[in-house]
């Protein structure tokens, strides 16, 4: 039997090369802002935060294996050598939004953006230790700036309000959470797309978000649907279909610029919306956690990235 891999990629790297720069990079960077506005709507919901996470995986459920099956020829099937860290996957995924939820409605939004995001950083390092190699000296960097950085933006929550601080922990260990999600995964993601995978985390994630926010005594159901509507909308599917489609058209390092209008978008919506204005020393904190997360995104290995699901 022929090797049929080779003619799809052929065939993809042709509707690459025919793709307009411009659009690309308008999808690359309407994916980000539709992803970074996803915290707003976590705070309008009048649910509680995990309990909007729950809505937000159901909501895009029946889209995502719509998807899925495009994507795979018309079968959402997962061998079963992969169900265990599918599973697991997605344990990691209802955590990582549970955590990250929970964080969004306690500190600063772009706080809750950077810190979501360093996962980055967290796989970048957990790279190294695969490798049994010493970090080069931009990875070196990019680690210092990134614990900087999160010092700075620390000690300024705890300076601010002491719930602030405790949102930054919840954001930071979101991250973590994060990387054991894309580790987890890192074998499938070899045979199956990103939509396939991430429609199975996510109905494995929804039940245990909503067994969570039932054991915090939270309100399940909203009175105002439109907010977890336009969050699962805005987060799981155009925020992530844009960037589906537009990663492969740019190397990591530019797709790490790009992420950093996600944490511009979330400060920009905090400020106007709720009053969380950035002091210089803000600033500065977030620019060395920014610039640590686009060296993380440049020295991962692999081209095609599983973009953060925030």
Request: with cysteine.
């Amino acid at each position: 039997m022929g090797n049929t891999t080779e003619p799809k990629l052929e065939a993809a790297q042709e509707r690459i090369a025919e793709t307009p720069r411009w659009l690309a990079l308008a999808a690359l960077l309407g994916g980000n802002a539709a992803l970074a506005l996803g915290p707003w709507f976590v705070r309008l919901a009048d649910t509680g935060p995990v309990s909007a996470g729950f809505w937000r995986l159901a909501i895009a459920l029946p889209f995502l294996f719509w998807l899925a099956r495009r994507e795979q020829g018309g079968s959402v099937a997962i061998a079963r050598g992969f169900w265990l860290l599918t599973f697991g996957a997605g344990i990691f995924f209802a955590l990582d939004l549970a955590s990250w939820h929970i964080g969004i409605v306690q500190t600063r939004l772009g706080n809750a953006t950077l810190f979501g995001n360093s996962g980055s950083i967290l796989i970048m390092a957990w790279g190294l230790i695969m490798l049994r190699r010493r970090p080069g000296a931009s990875e070196l960097i990019a680690v210092l700036a990134a614990l900087s950085g999160a010092a700075i933006l620390l000690g300024r929550s705890l300076d601010i309000d002491p719930r602030y601080l405790v949102g930054d922990l919840f954001c930071i260990m979101a991250g973590f959470f994060y990387t054991f999600y894309i580790l987890g995964l890192q074998r499938a993601r070899i045979t199956y797309g990103n939509w396939t995978l991430l429609s199975w985390s996510s109905l494995i994630g929804a039940p245990i978000l909503l067994l969570i926010a039932v054991m915090l005594g939270e309100q399940v159901m909203p009175t105002v649907w439109w907010p977890v509507i336009v969050l699962a909308l805005s987060s799981q599917l155009i925020g992530q279909g844009l960037l589906v489609w537009s990663l492969g058209h740019f190397p990591p390092l530019i797709i790490g610029m790009a992420l950093l209008t996600q944490p511009a978008i979330a400060a920009l919506v905090g400020w106007l919306r709720f009053g969380e204005a950035l002091g210089p020393f803000d600033m500065l904190g977030m620019a060395l956690v920014a610039g640590a997360l686009v060296i993380a995104r440049g020295k991962r290995a692999e081209r095609r990235l599983t973009p953060k699901v925030t």
